[in-house]
């Protein structure tokens, strides 16, 4: 299959369940957990479900560890960022806890990119 129709499929994919999702949120109480059923859940499966027709398991198990190391790292980034933001400027913050991001990417991928 070529790239670009691919990255069609992607976006087709991705909007159908950014769409499916939303709704989902919108039945929600309190409205603040709407945020966890937002884009990036929608857009990872979908992403996910393309890579796995396309390319194979192998290839969709590589996508799937990075996000999880990824999410792992934006957990450390959330952590590192709430006091820093109650000490610093918000600029100031951000970047540091970019590198505990940084930082904690670097550990949990590097295990699993020498097996």
Same mark, same amino acid.
């Given at each position: 299959?070529?790239?670009?129709?691919?990255?069609?499929?992607?976006?087709?994919?991705?909007?159908?369940?950014?769409?499916?999702?939303?709704?989902?949120?919108?039945?929600?109480?309190?409205?603040?957990?709407?945020?966890? /059923?937002? =884009? !990036?859940? #929608?857009? @990872?499966? $979908?992403?996910? %479900?393309?890579? &796995?027709?396309?390319?194979?398991?192998?290839?969709?198990?590589?996508?799937?560890?990075?996000?999880?190391?990824?999410?792992?790292?934006?957990?450390?980034?959330?952590?590192?960022?709430?006091?820093?933001?109650?000490? /610093?400027? =918000? !600029?100031? #913050?951000? @970047?540091? $806890?970019?590198? %505990?991001?940084? &930082?904690?990417?670097?550990?949990?991928?590097?295990?699993?990119?020498?097996?």
């Amino acid at each position: 299959m070529s790239n670009v129709a691919v990255l069609a499929i992607k976006a087709v994919a991705g909007g159908a369940l950014v769409v499916l999702f939303s709704l989902i949120s919108e039945g929600l109480r309190p409205k603040r957990f709407a945020g966890l /059923f937002s =884009a !990036s859940p #929608a857009v @990872a499966i $979908a992403g996910l %479900a393309i890579t &796995l027709l396309d390319k194979g398991g192998h290839a969709a198990h590589q996508s799937s560890l990075g996000m999880v190391v990824g999410a792992v790292a934006l957990v450390a980034y959330a952590a590192a960022a709430i006091p820093l933001l109650r000490r /610093f400027r =918000a !600029s100031t #913050a951000a @970047a540091v $806890a970019l590198s %505990a991001w940084l &930082l904690t990417a670097v550990v949990v991928a590097v295990p699993m990119m020498v097996r």
